[in-house]
C-alpha cells in the first residue's frame, strides 16, 4: 500500500522557520517525484515544487523559490519541505504529493506544463500556521 505521511506543521511566529519531511512507503522511491501543495481555507490548492528523487532535480513556483526549499534523503525514503522567512498568509495545510515520472520525462514535463502535475499518490496534510 502506498502512503504518504507529512509531519513538522504547527504554530511560528511571522519571520519563522519550518521544516516539513514527507515519509514515503509502498513504492520504489527513486523512480518517483514528490511534490508540495498547499491549501488555505477558502482557496484553490497552490503549487510549491517538486523534487525528482533519483537526481534530486527540483522544480519551483516561481512566487516560491525564494524562500521554499525542496530536499530528500533516499535512505530515509523522505522528503523535505524547508520553510524560512514565513508569513500570516503561508498558513494553509501543507499537502505532499507522488507522481511516477522518470528524471528526464519530469524534466521535459515540467518544461511544458510546469508544475501541472497530476499527482498520483496523496498525503492527508499538516497544518502551518504563522501568527503574526
Known amino acids: 500500500e502506498v502512503q504518504l505521511v507529512e509531519s513538522g506543521g504547527g504554530l511560528v511566529q511571522a519571520g519563522g522557520s519550518l521544516r516539513l519531511s514527507c515519509t514515503a512507503s509502498?513504492?520504489?522511491?527513486?523512480?518517483?517525484?514528490i511534490g508540495w501543495v498547499r491549501q488555505a481555507p477558502g482557496k484553490e490548492r497552490e503549487k510549491i515544487g517538486c523534487?525528482?528523487?533519483?537526481?534530486?532535480?527540483?522544480y519551483y513556483s516561481n512566487s516560491m523559490k525564494d524562500r521554499f526549499t525542496i530536499s530528500r534523503d533516499n535512505a530515509k525514503n523522505t522528503v523535505y519541505l524547508q520553510m524560512n522567512s514565513l508569513k500570516p498568509e503561508d498558513t494553509a495545510v501543507y499537502y505532499c504529493a507522488a507522481a511516477h515520472f522518470g528524471a528526464r520525462e519530469l524534466a521535459d514535463y515540467y518544461s511544458d506544463y510546469g508544475l501541472e502535475i497530476d499527482y498520483d499518490h496523496w498525503g492527508r496534510g499538516t497544518q502551518v500556521t504563522v501568527s503574526s
Open positions: 509502498g513504492f520504489a522511491f527513486g523512480d518517483w517525484a
Open positions: 523534487i525528482h528523487n533519483s537526481d534530486g532535480s527540483t
